[in-house]
C-alpha cells in the first residue's frame, strides 16, 4: 500500500488567494483526519470524517476553512481567502478503528506558505 | 477530558547511552495510549501503541514504553541511542469514543556523538 497520499507537497500563495489541500487515504479506512501543526500550537486536529460524513469539526479555525470527502478516497482542504496566519504543515491521516482503538496513519505533510 | 503531558521538551543523550522521554496520562477509563514519532520534515510515524493488553509495549527500532497505572504513566525507553533516533516524539491518547486522538506538546530529542 502507498500509505496516505497529500498533493502538494508544498504550497507558496500569496494573501487572499485560494488554497485547496488533497488527500488520499489507505484503502479501506474509514476515518479521514486533517491536522494543523505551527511551532506556536502543535499539532491540531482540524475535522474528521466517518465513511465521507463529517464527524467533528470544532478543531475548524474559521468560516474561511472547509473540508470535502466526495467520496472513500479523496478528501480536500480548502483555505478561502487565505492569510499569512495560515502557514504551517497540514496532514492527513487516516485509520480504520477496530479492538476499541483507533491507529492513524499520517501522510507526509503540505507545508503551506501564505506570504 | 483526556489529556497527556510530556514531562521534557528536550532531551539530549549521547549515541549508545539509554533514552527516557517521559510521558504522564490523565484518563477516566482504561487508555488506548501511543507514541508517535516525526523525522524533521516528515509525516508522523507509529512507534507503538498500548490497548489494555501486555503493560510492557516493545515498538519498532528497540523502542519500548511500560503503562504503569498507579503513576498514570507511559515512558519511552530505548536501551541504546542511535544518531537517526535523532526526531520529536509525541505521546498521543485516544479520547474516550477512541476516534480521537490527544497529542501532548512533543519532546525533541537529540543524540550527540
Known amino acids: 500500500d502507498a500509505g496516505v497520499i497529500q498533493s502538494p507537497r508544498h504550497e507558496v500563495t500569496e494573501m487572499g488567494q485560494e488554497v485547496t489541500l488533497r488527500c488520499k487515504p489507505i484503502?479501506?479506512?474509514?476515518?479521514l483526519f486533517w491536522y494543523r501543526q505551527t511551532m506556536m500550537r502543535g499539532l491540531e486536529l482540524l475535522i474528521y470524517f466517518n465513511n465521507n460524513v463529517p464527524i467533528d469539526d470544532s478543531g475548524m479555525p474559521e468560516d474561511r476553512f472547509s473540508a470535502k470527502m466526495p467520496n472513500a478516497s479523496f478528501s480536500t482542504l480548502k483555505i478561502q481567502p487565505s492569510e499569512p496566519r495560515d502557514s504551517a504543515v497540514y496532514f492527513c491521516a487516516s485509520s480504520l478503528v477496530r479492538e476499541g482503538y483507533n491507529e492513524q496513519f499520517f501522510g507526509p505533510g503540505t507545508r503551506l506558505t501564505v506570504l | 477530558a483526556q489529556s497527556v503531558t510530556q514531562l521534557d521538551s528536550h532531551v539530549s543523550v549521547s549515541e549508545g547511552t539509554p533514552v527516557l522521554l517521559r510521558c504522564n496520562y490523565s484518563?477516566?477509563?482504561?487508555?488506548?495510549l501511543f507514541w508517535y514519532v516525526q523525522h524533521p520534515n516528515k509525516g508522523l510515524q507509529l512507534l507503538l501503541k498500548?490497548?489494555?493488553?501486555?503493560?510492557l509495549v516493545k515498538g519498532i527500532n528497540g523502542f519500548e514504553a511500560e503503562f504503569k497505572k498507579s503513576e498514570t504513566s507511559f515512558h519511552l525507553t530505548k536501551p541504546s541511542a542511535h544518531m537517526s533516533d535523532a526526531a520529536e516524539y509525541f505521546c498521543v491518547v485516544s479520547d474516550a469514543g477512541f476516534q480521537k486522538l490527544v497529542f501532548g506538546t512533543g519532546t525533541r530529542l537529540l543524540v550527540s556523538p
Open positions: 484503502s479501506g479506512h474509514d476515518y
Open positions: 484518563s477516566s477509563y482504561s487508555p488506548s
Open positions: 498500548y490497548t489494555s493488553a501486555a503493560t
